[in-house]
């Protein structure tokens, strides 16, 4: 039963245009969501996070949305450089004592191309 | 930023031998930390949640007694592969957080293979 699921297992996009990458969840405990990167064999690299009583959290160039009645999030990268050439990976936890126990999407390779 | 460091990076063993990660938080007290596992092309699947000072709670599937996990301080935690076997192979993910805060922060990840 995969409770977080990122469909787009890769995306391709020019450097200095919007990456979006996308997430879909089907567990309503879930409450705070979260972005990682990911180099092979490294661990993951956090990026932003959100919680669900906000549908937008900005960091710098990386944006997430949340529509909680779709059950779905989103990580914009903008502009996108070559630097961010990773997996991302899409993370959700319930809250309270379970903040840090995530169950993970699939992953999407994302490839930014000068 | 919270620093977590997992060792050895990478490790290679026979069969029917156990191999022991660890997992330090450097610059903060991890009360939960936490034990992934990712195979190749897949996603990452906690195996357990450990708390300092309490026995771990693994997930469904993970059998507790290959995989022994030991939290007995604030900023050490141990997960021992105990009678490896090559299926065992896979790269092992620690994290850890603080009670009362959202984050957990990841170490750098061990890969194991067991030949």
């Known amino acids: 039963d995969q409770q977080v699921k990122q469909n787009s297992p890769s995306l391709s996009v020019q450097e200095g245009r919007i990456s979006i990458l996308n997430c879909d969840y089907t567990?309503?405990?879930?409450?705070?969501f979260l972005w990682y990167k990911k180099y092979p064999a490294e661990g993951p690299t956090f990026l932003i996070s959100?919680?669900?009583?906000?549908d937008k959290n900005e960091d710098g160039r990386f944006t997430v949305f949340l529509n909680k009645s779709a059950k779905h999030l989103s990580l914009h990268i903008v502009p996108s450089q070559p630097g961010d050439s990773a997996v991302y990976f899409c993370?959700?936890?319930?809250?309270?004592?379970?903040?840090?126990?995530?169950?993970f999407g699939q992953g999407t390779i994302l490839t930014v191309h000068p | 930023g919270a620093v977590v460091s997992q060792h050895p990076s990478r490790v290679i063993c026979k069969s029917g031998t156990s191999v022991k990660i660890e997992c330090r938080s450097l610059?903060?007290?991890?009360?939960?930390m936490f034990w992934y596992r990712q195979f190749p092309k897949q996603s990452l699947m906690l195996m357990a949640t450990?708390?300092?000072?309490?026995?771990?709670?693994?997930e469904q599937g993970v059998e507790k007694d290959k995989f022994l996990i030991n939290h007995a301080s604030l900023t050490l935690s141990t997960l021992t592969v105990t009678s490896a076997h090559p299926e065992d192979s896979s790269f092992y993910i620690c994290?850890?957080?603080?009670?009362?805060?959202?984050?957990?922060?990841f170490g750098q990840g061990t890969r194991l293979t067991v030949v």
């Open positions: 959100i919680s669900s009583i906000k």
């Open positions: 993370a959700a936890s319930k809250g309270g004592t379970s903040y840090g126990k995530l169950t």
């Open positions: 610059d903060f007290q991890a009360t939960t």
């Open positions: 567990n309503s405990m879930f409450d705070y």
């Open positions: 994290s850890a957080r603080t009670a009362g805060t959202t984050e957990a922060f």
């Open positions: 450990s708390n300092e000072g309490s026995k771990a709670t693994y």
